[in-house]
């Protein structure tokens, strides 16, 4: 039908730019950890301490309890952030952002300024927050 000039573009975006656009953006925030990675609406990003490279291993109800923080284009520093240290990986067929080589995740009961689970055990390993400079902070 001429309603459907766009294959592909499943219900998302609005811009237009279907995989050309910017993609989620990582900024430093404070906290009483220092600073660390947050989305740019303040929520706080976790790695893994399984995962000793940046292959996921968090899948099913792992990734229901923590949701991987993807990202639709190239990943965006914000400020206090390293641009050279941002990179994706696959998950599951999305991109799931890293930074310095650990994938990033939300824990999903957390709102925008909250840091709940530091130092959590679960699902294998402890979920940390991350500093400005790479490393996950114990």
């Not at 099913?60 to 520093?77: N, V």
């Not at 990179?87 to 300024?113: C, V």
């Amino acid at each position: 039908g001429a309603s459907e000039q766009k294959p592909g573009t499943g219900g998302g975006g609005g811009d237009g730019q279907a995989g050309g656009g910017p993609g989620s953006l990582v900024e430093a925030g404070d906290s009483e950890f220092g600073k660390i990675l947050t989305d740019e609406e303040g929520r706080t990003l976790y790695a893994f301490d399984k995962e000793t490279t940046d292959r996921s291993e968090c899948f099913g109800a792992c990734a229901e309890a923590w949701p991987p923080f993807y990202t639709d284009g190239e990943p965006q520093a914000g400020k206090g952030v390293d641009q050279g240290l941002l990179g994706t990986t696959d998950h599951e067929g999305k991109d799931l952002m890293t930074y310095n080589g650990h994938p990033l995740y939300y824990y999903a009961d957390e709102g925008p300024n909250e840091v709940l689970c530091q130092g959590v055990d679960e699902f294998g390993g402890l979920w940390l927050v991350v500093d400005p400079g790479g490393d996950p902070i114990q």
